[in-house]
């Protein structure tokens, strides 16, 4: 049977719904502005990132301006001319110039640029350095040169020298105050008048030179490796600038004297190798089997830092060995024979003073000498020290 189909009711169809025109541009204005807005922000950020890395304006390192460079415009330029800067230093009375650079010093530029970008506008702030102390060492030996004073046996009157090791020290451990002024004090030692030897001077070898033109006798004792009082005494000279050319000039031993048997304190023992180093005398002494082998002048130690007395026996060698005590450092010395803690018979390079005091308790010997007893003493050996 067929079914006749009813007539679809006009409210069974929804009608027909057309977007809100006005939700539709309220939600993109938002999301434009958004963008926008986000946009700025990254911007400022960017502009804000890139001006912290900027220095503030007439800030100065050390004297040098800095405002408004970069982080690599600053370690740049800083890097070239911090190392140029003139260091004064002086004695008290005198004074001499250095340049940073010449003395090992140079500037932590990363730490200094981590100050500088925090510095207040205007502000001159003070470097951070850092130290070579073999550059340094190099220096101060150059500088003494010119800043020691010899001492002299006619009339007798002490003279002056830079304590090296003492300035080292005084760098490795506080760097940035001690040149923060720009001058740096030196610590002068007092060098007393070399020990006369008689017997050196009637008995011992020497060398005959003839002054040539241009000489001076500093230079001569230089070449020789002996010093300017020993060639003035044994010439019975009173007045070290007053030579002429074709002088002949009796040139000590420069310390090969070999003293007699009746000279050099005994051997110890008189079995085996045994060293002796007579303070008094300022001479080290090599025994073997009781003769004497060899012997040369020493610096022991200064009044403050004497040289310990008494029977020791060599328990370490070290062909090189960094050295420090209270207040003193030094970098690689050389042929070092540890007696006694930390006293040694070792080489020196940062003085030429040998026959008087000097040290800071070790026996100073120059290096050629010190490489000779190293080679030649073993472990175990005795030291006398009397």
Request: aromatic residues 8%; charged residues 15%.
């Amino acid at each position: 049977m067929n079914t006749i189909p009813h007539p679809v009711s006009a409210s069974s169809n929804p009608p027909i719904r057309r977007p809100n025109s006005t939700a539709w541009l309220l939600m993109g204005g938002a999301v434009v502005m958004g963008t926008v807005l986000l946009l700025g922000l990254l911007a400022v950020g960017v502009v804000l990132y890139l001006s912290q890395d900027d220095i503030a304006d007439d800030v100065t390192v050390a004297g040098l301006p800095v405002s408004g460079m970069s982080s690599s415009e600053a370690k740049t330029y800083l890097s070239q001319n911090i190392p140029a800067q003139p260091l004064l230093l002086t004695d008290g009375t005198r004074s001499w110039s250095l340049q940073l650079a010449h003395l090992g010093i140079n500037i932590n530029v990363d730490a200094t640029l981590d100050a500088a970008q925090n510095a207040s506008t205007g502000e001159n702030m003070q470097p951070y350095y850092t130290v070579d102390l073999n550059q340094a060492q190099n220096g101060f030996i150059y500088l003494s040169d010119l800043a020691n004073i010899p001492a002299s046996t006619s009339p007798a009157q002490n003279g002056r020298a830079i304590d090296i090791p003492v300035m080292l020290e005084r760098l490795r451990v506080n760097l940035n105050a001690e040149i923060a002024d720009g001058v740096l004090d030196l610590s002068m030692i007092e060098v007393a008048p070399p020990v006369q030897e008689n017997a050196q001077a009637n008995s011992g070898q020497t060398t005959v030179h003839v002054v040539e033109r241009g000489q001076e006798l500093g230079l001569i004792a230089k070449e020789y490796g002996v010093s300017i009082d020993d060639i003035l005494a044994l010439n019975d000279l009173s007045n070290p600038d007053v030579i002429f050319v074709g002088q002949e000039l009796v040139i000590p031993a420069g310390g090969v004297y070999a003293p007699s048997a009746a000279d050099a304190p005994p051997a110890p023992t008189g079995v085996g190798k045994e060293i002796v180093v007579s303070v008094d005398n300022q001479r080290i002494y090599a025994y073997e089997n009781g003769a004497l082998v060899h012997s040369h002048l020493v610096s022991t130690g200064l009044p403050d830092t004497p040289t310990v007395y008494g029977d020791y026996h060599i328990y370490v060698k070290l062909a090189a060995d960094d050295m420090a005590g209270p207040g003193y450092y030094l970098p690689q010395v050389p042929y070092t024979m540890y007696f006694y803690q930390g006293y040694a018979i070792h080489g020196t390079y940062w003085h030429n003073s040998f026959g008087r005091p000097m040290s800071h308790g070790c026996v100073n010997l120059p290096t050629s000498e010190a490489e000779w007893f190293f080679n030649w003493a073993e472990v175990g050996t005795l030291v006398r020290v009397i």
